[in-house]
């Protein structure tokens, strides 16, 4: 809190600490609502999408921001 009378609450969301997301100021605290794809205390880090071994047939995960592409084997498709 600020102010003479200690009674203005501080915007904690001041400069903007939620790098993918959208800050939600609380009490001497803020917490951030991440955009898909995105995770973490400040939306910093991108979730990965190949952790789950989505392709098939020996197919390569490349993780993309909110989405994946198998890069298939020659051959299979």
Same mark, same amino acid.
């Given at each position: 809190?600020?102010? &003479?009378?200690? %009674?203005?609450?501080?915007?904690?969301?001041?400069?903007?600490?939620?790098?993918?997301?959208?800050?939600?100021?609380? @009490?001497?605290?803020?917490?951030?609502?991440?955009?898909?794809?995105?995770?973490?205390?400040?939306?910093?880090?991108?979730?990965?999408?190949? @952790? %789950?071994?989505?392709?098939?047939?020996?197919? &390569?995960?490349?993780?993309?921001?909110?989405?994946?592409?198998?890069?298939?084997?020659?051959?299979?498709?």
């Amino acid at each position: 809190f600020t102010g &003479r009378l200690c %009674s203005e609450n501080i915007d904690d969301c001041n400069p903007k600490p939620c790098h993918h997301g959208v800050c939600k100021d609380g @009490i001497a605290m803020f917490t951030c609502e991440c955009e898909l794809g995105w995770q973490g205390q400040i939306c910093n880090q991108q979730y990965n999408e190949c @952790i %789950s071994d989505p392709c098939q047939n020996g197919g &390569r995960c490349l993780d993309l921001v909110n989405n994946y592409q198998c890069i298939c084997q020659p051959g299979t498709s």
